[in-house]
């Protein structure tokens, strides 16, 4: 299968920068869609940002503009780096990668989920 490992989360004040790595790896053919949630205590899992094979983004109304993501399909790596934060801001980021595996022929779909890690924003 493939797994995800994420790193960059912390404590940062507000206004600060942080920047959000998550590489994936295993027997990956193709990597389609890479993505960014968060999930705050006592809310819904909420999707941020969003990046196609052809570099395509999308963002959720309340990062645009402070958050920027972006991919390296050399390293099947994809990054989000964090301007502005702000104290809502605060949340488990969860990083999720699509596509194919396997070895040989075989291909398989994949929908992979990284571990989370916290940010945490204080005023």
């Known amino acids: 299968q493939v797994q995800l490992q994420e790193s960059g989360g912390g404590l940062v004040q507000a206004g600060g920068s942080l920047k959000l790595s998550c590489a994936a790896s295993?027997?990956?053919?193709?990597?389609?869609?890479m993505n960014w949630y968060r999930q705050a205590p006592g809310k819904q899992r909420e999707l941020l940002a969003t990046i196609a094979t052809d570099n395509k983004t999308n963002y959720t109304d309340s990062v645009k503009g402070r958050f920027t993501i972006a991919r390296d399909n050399g390293r099947n790596t994809v990054y989000l780096q964090m301007n502005s934060l702000k104290p809502e801001d605060t949340a488990v980021y969860h990083c999720n990668v699509r596509g194919t595996y396997g070895r040989g022929l075989a291909r398989y779909p994949f929908d992979s989920w990284g571990q989370g890690t916290q940010v945490t924003v204080f005023s």
């Open positions: 295993g027997t990956i053919r193709s990597i389609n869609s």
